[in-house]
């Protein structure tokens, strides 16, 4: 190589070398000349020698240095093989890597030695370090050894099983390594692949399909039981191997589902069919076949369709380019356009990727014109564009120029027709010409203009415009006999062969429009003829002879001569023309059958040229693959297969899992502390069904949970912990392990439903003054929109409230202990008939906020509470063949009825491998009226969901009972919901005023009272908090502020959910008599007269 | 998948060479050498070039070619894509791109290349998981070398953000002082007829940020008018799906610097949004017949909200058959280059409130056209470029930013920048002959 590499080389190995004695001679001399570099490498290479031999490491290291700096060169380094192969046992980790590149490089050309290496790779696959393991696995299947095939196979089989998912990647990258240097392994490392497919790890998918694709493409059944998990972890995957799993993808649904723009009555595959066919069907296509589409689309189509979209966003223009050559392929028509924009974004990138992108726009402007109409100015051209970007341009405009579009497009070509660079001038008065002709209305505007261009000082531009000019005349030449002249005129002017040609055949073609300048030009040629280009002096004989057969009288003598000189030409494609042409004319008797046509011979009319596009032809290749940029088939190129008529069966792509997201599998051990969340929320970083958890992580982790603390008072946050214990305790008593998950739910809940406390509280106090920026607030109204979009359970939320002092006497209440779980409610909510809901998947509960309409009522003071809420089975395990179901009622309003009971129902599946399929509602038993759930596609084992339906009692305590159907059977037993009486009503919320009010119309029948003797120690604890516990856990009723203060009289109010009848409670303590009297007061009195009872029993447990 | 990659300097010599598969030698690249002959412009060369066995991707940038060789049906895309990314990767090590720093830093360079792609195929190509991996060379490095004689560039460990879903964000990041900056930049790509109308406005917009956050803050951003962006590509980090539900950008940050989202704001929406161009010119240029001519340019704000257009340069090639000018400016420095014909007004800053024509910068002069030469056929194309601080001219603005997962009060910043890219803002002065429509 030339000097300046030498002298790099001299640069690259001065950098320090404390061992390198001998160097600086070395950089002195070798610049020198070329010859004396054999003798100096040879030394050199004695010294690196020297010094990867030494023991110590940074002597070492700095060789490898020059030895990686001679291979970046390109210079041979191999004859220091075994002097490098002996450190790859180094312990130092930069000499390791260099000898693995080193190793890389060479062990091919010496594989004897290579082998010497192997057995630390070997060793080193066991290494407890995974990045080891992984390096040594990547160097192992890098070296190109074929001995040692079985060795690498074996080391990717042990690699797939590996604990690290980096391990098991490498694998993946390994499989096609293996296969490219023995391919009979094929079937072996298919059975790897398969495994690779199926693994849980999105960092490995992207690698295994990478392998998938090298190895065995055709394999396309490996991928239907893994199709529906790529489709959803698309957007996790790294961008590179987005790349590959999307061409993947195009080609599996175009082996797998129909042609989407195929309709039902037009059996014809007409997404290639050619324009006018297609803009005629387009309508019919967009209005009466859209419907049939819809329900025709397999929803696994539409599930790619609907997944990859979001890709186009990505900032990798591969990825970009993949959905839209997908959405190319796959999508029905009137769904492309989506990728417009995306594509025209790519634009802006750097410009080689510019002019792929462009190549792939013209193509798919010809066949979908109209997604890109709407870009047109995009596609203007500016000086600043790289050649290639410009013609691609240049075309796309061509091609989307309409009649509607065609003066603001043309005025755009003619100032390009202006630019200093000729040859895009050239193609831009070519574009014109296939405008003019593709464009009838301008036709004659165009010529004009490009007639206009025939009097330019540029050559380029004339010749351009003539042979433009030219091919537009023939389409319609009675029309234009003037610019035939016109052009005739200049034919001493032009000198750019091929604009002369074209003249001359202009003459001759239609001599009959300019009979008496043609023989002058004939004249004039004769000349110059020796000294004319050869295409020019084909035209020239051809003038001759159609002159001849028109004119013969007065051409004659000139037409022999032209024969004459041609004979005698030095090319012998013009001799031969010649005497072609002579025999034709000449000599008839030679040959009297074609003479006696030579006129319709030479002056047949002939077809109009077509102006074609630059790119044509190109589309036999896929879109945007390297085949269909350079327009030749690569080797390893296959063509997308066309669509089947028949969609295969999508029961083959079920797998047993729904979704095969990781939330699934890790949910019954979701940890509830918020330490080991965090780390959750890591690693699921994406996957929607996470979003919920996320947020409710960081909530809980939120900055303010001490200041929720703070405000909710000491003793709440005693008691709270009391209640964790409780409940855990609970739990262990169960014993069930679904049971627990559940509980466990339920604690969870419970630490939850805290923040959204801690946001509001929070919020409303700040708002008062200023709008200041509070960190909390999105997190918790996301959660709404989040919930809203999937409708599994409804879930309870507990808010608080900004309390006004009265109050926050009342909000710190204390749990006792029970043997029942603490209940409360919430009864601001059911109060303002606030329908915030929110869904979650499973276990997950979210939380809302309804901070607009706190902050409405901001005035009103409630106490804030806390729900806890009893669940009870339905459905035992036996008789539900495995299926539980619990049920519990969460004390919000329905939401499809008002007048309904809420209740949850908790699904679980108590067999751990094995799905329950299509879990379904199917009628109410007794004529009570039941919201029923919404079917359950799948249950995987050990799962549960959480659903919730709505049942109307009618204001009885009569048992529900409905009919459910699993996998399509119905179960023996149907399931009966008992209404506890306390869950029949809901909280009315009224002030004492109107309590009384209500009170004074209540009397008499529909007035029960009960007396509770209580000893003396007991009554001592009585006091609100205790009393509201109590009966709130009894019923669902929300307590009347008492402003009279009085400590002795609590009351309670409700309304019966069905019929939305009043109960009043008062609770009347007498201390002097230890004597407890209730009364209740509501037109249902049988209910009045059950409620009565319980809380009658519930509060003698107080102690 | 790539096979080879060759890096070629401007003046054509292949200085660096890296095989993943077996050699191939540098040969190939003649094929290249004769593409690149063909061409005028050196980014004319086309950015595929078929050779009988192998298939060339190439691009060219800091005036270096990186020429990959393939066998095989890849995507060039893919390649190109990749490619750029290693360029991309050589200027976040290096500062620089260029010859020397490669030279300089060849064994890096390598190594480089090594973890990036495994047998061709992309491996780690985040900054952060490759600087685990491989130490960035700087002169804090440089110094502890020479003091702990410790001369590796290699870290020990593994990249832990390698096997997380997270793998643009590094673990246990830790910062005494907790920020994020937010550059909102946009560019305006416009071109404007002789008659000061609006052929074609867009406008191009950034989002770079600057992090510096510890542990693994998770942010929202969100802006006060998000409908304007409807054309936008993001980061790998940032939630596609939560974008397209709510119009928020949710992302864990990667540290350091990096582009959040690029927009890209067509023109039918700049003109149905009135978003206005903030500068206009006046010009009158005259080439008559006994070379010389006329040339007078007046430059002025329009709308620019307030603020003050600054480093405002013009620059306008002149027909090749000018051989001078004499031009005198009355504000700023005007040269011209006889040889490239190129004249450029520096002007400087232009105070939003000269409103009064006469105080505003102007240029006038007489140009010298070499005698005997037709009279040029077009008039010059003039380049703008300025700045507007404080302001981006879409009306974009970011509405709030939070922060979720860490305890810590950030400090954050959001900063807008209007500019213009060389060349991409472009004010024709005379449109040539018509065609009747």
């Known amino acids: ?1103 | 998948m790539i096979h080879s990659l060759f890096i070629i300097n401007g003046a054509g010599d292949v200085f660096m060479e890296k095989h993943w598969k077996t050699v191939v030698g540098k040969s190939i690249c003649d094929y290249f050498f004769e593409a690149q002959s063909k061409c005028a412009n050196s980014e004319d060369v086309p950015p595929v070039i078929a050779t009988p066995h192998h298939y060339l991707v190439n691009i060219f940038r800091n005036n270096l070619y990186f020429v990959a060789v393939l066998t095989n049906e890849v995507a060039p895309l893919f390649v190109i894509e990749f490619l750029h990314r290693i360029m991309d990767v050589f200027e976040y090590y290096f500062g620089e791109c260029t010859e020397t720093s490669l030279k300089d830093n060849y064994v890096v360079v390598y190594e480089l290349l090594d973890e990036m792609l495994d047998s061709g195929l992309p491996l780690a190509t985040e900054t952060n998981i490759l600087e685990e991996l491989i130490k960035r060379p700087n002169i804090i490095l440089k110094m502890t070398k020479l003091i702990t004689g410790d001369d590796t560039n290699f870290g020990n460990t593994l990249p832990s953000s390698q096997l997380s879903n997270i793998p643009w964000r590094r673990m246990g990041i830790r910062y005494t002082n907790n920020e994020a900056y937010f550059d909102l930049i946009e560019e305006i790509d416009a071109i404007i007829d002789r008659n000061g109308v609006t052929v074609m406005c867009e406008i191009q917009g950034y989002i770079d940020c600057c992090i510096k956050l510890s542990g693994n803050p998770d942010l929202t951003l969100s802006f006060v008018n998000p409908r304007l962006l409807d054309d936008v590509s993001f980061h790998p980090c940032v939630r596609l799906k939560k974008w397209e539900s709510e119009r928020v950008l949710s992302f864990i940050p990667p540290d350091g610097n990096f582009r959040l989202i690029s927009y890209h704001i067509g023109s039918q929406k700049c003109q149905s949004d009135a978003i206005s161009i903030p500068i206009y010119v006046k010009h009158n240029i005259q080439f008559r017949e006994g070379s010389s001519g006329r040339f007078e340019l007046t430059v002025g704000p329009k709308q620019t909200m307030g603020k003050t257009l600054e480093a405002v340069v013009i620059e306008c090639s002149m027909p090749k058959s000018v051989l001078n000018c004499t031009l005198t400016p009355t504000q700023g420095k005007c040269t011209f280059d006889p040889v490239k014909k190129i004249l450029v007004w520096d002007i400087g800053k232009i105070e939003s409130k000269t409103q009064a024509a006469a105080r505003l910068p102007s240029l006038r002069g007489n140009i010298v056209l070499s005698t005997g030469q037709p009279l040029p056929e077009s008039n010059p194309v003039l380049n703008v470029r300025f700045t507007l601080n404080q302001i981006a001219i879409s009306g974009i603005r970011v509405q709030r930013v939070d922060m979720h997962g860490e305890k810590y009060k950030p400090f954050k910043g959001v900063k807008y920048i209007t500019t213009v890219k060389n060349g991409r803002f472009q004010i024709q002065t005379k449109q040539n002959f018509s065609i009747p429509d």
């Open chain 1, 1 to 1103: 190589m030339s000097s300046s590499m030498s002298m790099q080389s001299a640069s690259g190995f001065s950098s320090g070398t404390p061992g390198g004695g001998p160097n600086p001679a070395d950089e002195q001399t070798e610049p020198a000349s070329t010859l004396s570099i054999f003798a100096l490498d040879y030394k050199k290479h004695e010294d690196i020698k020297h010094m990867l031999d030494s023991n110590k490491d940074n002597l070492k290291l700095e060789a490898m240095r020059r030895v990686i700096g001679m291979i970046a060169k390109g210079k041979d380094a191999a004859d220091l093989f075994p002097a490098v192969v002996k450190n790859v046992v180094s312990k130092n980790m930069e000499v390791k890597k260099l000898v693995y590149v080193y190793l890389m490089r060479y062990a091919e050309e010496q594989q004897d030695l290579a082998l010497l290496s192997i057995a630390t790779f070997q060793r080193a696959l066991k290494d407890p370090n995974q990045l080891i393991r992984a390096s040594a696995l990547r160097v192992l299947s890098s070296i190109r050894v074929p001995t040692i095939v079985t060795i690498m196979m074996l080391a990717i089989r042990e690699a797939v099983y590996d604990m690290s998912p980096y391990v098991r990647k490498t694998a993946a990258n390994a499989i096609a390594k293996l296969y490219a240097l023995d391919p009979e392994l094929k079937e072996e490392l298919i059975a790897v692949i398969v495994k690779l497919l199926a693994d849980k790890t999105i960092l490995v998918n992207g690698s295994a399909v990478q392998a998938f694709e090298q190895v065995c493409p055709e394999r396309i059944d490996l991928i239907h039981k893994n199709y529906r998990r790529l489709c959803n972890l698309l957007v996790d995957i790294d961008e590179w191997s987005q790349v590959t799993v999307l061409n993947m993808l195009t080609r599996y649904a175009r082996t797998q589902f129909v042609d989407p723009n195929k309709t039902v009555e037009d059996d014809k595959n007409n997404f290639y069919g050619d324009e006018n066919n297609s803009k005629e069907k387009s309508e019919n296509d967009d209005e009466d076949s859209l419907e049939k589409r819809t329900y025709t689309m397999d929803s696994d189509h539409r599930l790619l369709l609907r997944c990859t979209k979001p890709l186009l966003q990505s900032r990798n223009s591969a990825v970009v380019m993949a959905v839209a050559q997908l959405y190319h392929y796959v999508a029905p028509r009137s769904e492309i356009h989506v990728i417009a924009n995306a594509l025209i974004r790519l634009l802006r990138h750097h410009r080689e990727i510019q002019t792929i992108v462009l190549k792939c726009i013209a193509s798919m402007a010809e066949k979908n014109k109209d997604i890109f109409g709407p870009f047109l100015k995009a596609f203007y051209v500016r000086s600043s564009d790289s050649s290639h970007v410009k013609r691609y341009k240049l075309e796309i405009l061509t091609t989307l120029a309409c009649a509607t579009n065609i003066s603001t497009v043309l005025r755009e070509l003619q100032t390009y027709v202006l630019s200093p660079d000729k040859e895009f001038a050239a193609q831009t008065i070519h574009a014109i010409g296939r405008c003019a002709s593709t464009i009838p209305e301008v036709t004659e505007a165009c010529l004009n203009g490009l007639v206009g261009y025939m009097s330019k000082k540029d050559e380029t531009i004339v010749a351009e415009s003539v042979v433009v000019v030219k091919k537009l005349l023939q389409i319609n030449p009675v029309q234009y006999g003037d610019i035939i002249k016109h052009i005739v005129r200049k034919v001493d002017k032009i000198t750019v062969p091929q604009a002369r040609a074209s003249i001359l055949w202009l003459i001759g073609e239609y001599s009959e429009r300019i009979s008496k300048l043609a023989p002058d030009v004939l004249r004039k040629m004769a000349k110059t003829f020796p000294d004319e280009e050869a295409i020019v002096k084909h035209q020239i004989l051809n003038l001759a002879a159609k002159l001849y057969v028109m004119n013969a009288k007065q051409t004659h003598l000139l037409v022999q001569y032209v024969f004459n000189l041609a004979k005698y030409d030095t090319n012998y494609d013009t001799r031969d023309k010649a005497r072609l042409l002579r025999a034709l004319l000449f000599q008839a008797d030679k040959c009297p059958a074609l003479s006696k046509h030579a006129k319709k011979i030479l002056l047949a009319s002939k077809p109009a040229p077509l102006l074609e596009s630059i790119v044509r032809n190109h589309d036999q290749y896929t879109l945007g693959t390297l085949s269909y940029v350079i327009g030749q088939t690569v080797p390893g190129y296959t063509d997308l297969p066309d669509y089947p008529l028949e969609p295969s069966d999508s029961s083959i792509r079920n797998v047993e899992v729904i979704r095969p997201s990781p939330s699934q599998d890790e949910s019954p051990r979701k940890p509830s502390s918020s330490g080991k969340k965090k780390s959750t929320t890591d690693e699921k970083f994406y996957s929607d069904e996470e979003e919920n958890d996320e947020n409710e992580g960081t909530s809980t982790e939120g900055p303010d949970d001490e200041d929720e603390e703070d405000e909710e008072g000491d003793d709440d946050e005693e008691s709270e912990n009391e209640e964790e214990e409780k409940s855990d305790e609970d739990e262990d008593e169960d014993g069930e392990k679904p049971a627990k998950t559940i509980n466990q739910t339920d604690e969870y809940e419970q630490l939850d439903a805290r923040s959204p406390t801690v946001v509001d509280n929070h919020e409303s106090s700040e708002e008062n003054d200023t709008e200041s920026e509070d960190e909390e607030e999105t997190s918790a109204s996301e959660d709404t929109t989040d919930g809203e979009g999937e409708e599994k359970i409804i879930e309870k939320h507990t808010l608080s409230f900004n309390k006004s002092p009265s109050n926050i006497a009342i909000s710190g209440f204390s749990m006792a202990t029970t043997t029942e779980k603490s209940i409360a409610e919430d009864d601001l909510e059911a109060f303002l008939g606030i329908t915030t809901t929110s869904a979650s998947n499973q276990q997950s509960t979210t939380k809302a906020s309804v901070r607009d309409d706190l902050q409405n009522l901001e005035s009103l003071s409630t106490p804030s509470t806390l729900t806890y809420i009893r669940q009870y089975e339905c459905l035992n395990r036996m008789t539900g063949q495995g299926l539980q179901i619990q049920y519990r009622f969460p004390r919000t309003p329905f939401q499809r009825a008002t007048n309904m009971v809420h209740i949850e129902l908790t699904f679980t599946n108590t067999i751990p491998n094995n799905d329950i399929r299509s879990i379904k509602f199917i009628k109410s038993k007794s004529g009570v009226n039941i919201q029923g759930f919404s079917d359950i596609d799948q249950l995987p084992g050990g799962a549960s969901i959480i659903t919730s339906i709505g049942i109307d009692f009618n204001d009885t305590t009569q048992a529900a009972s409905f009919d459910i159907s699993i996998g399509g059977r119905q179960l023996a037993t149907s399931i009966s919901i008992p209404c506890h009486v306390g869950e029949l009503f809901q909280p009315k919320f009224i002030n004492e005023k109107d309590f009384n009010k209500s009170l004074s119309s209540l009397r008499g029948m529909h007035e029960i009272t009960g007396t509770l003797n209580v000893n003396e120690t007991q009554i001592s604890k009585f006091n609100f908090t205790t009393i509201q516990t109590k009966v709130v856990q009894c019923a669902n009723v929300s307590s009347v502020p008492s402003s009279s203060g009085d400590s002795t009289v609590y009351r309670f109010s409700g309304q019966t959910v069905s019929s939305k009848a009043l109960v009043l409670i008062a609770i009347q303590l007498n201390m002097s008599r230890s004597t407890i009297n209730l009364t209740l007061n509501s037109d249902r009195i049988i209910l009045a007269t059950m409620l009565l009872k319980e809380i009658q029993q519930a509060i003698s447990t107080i102690s």
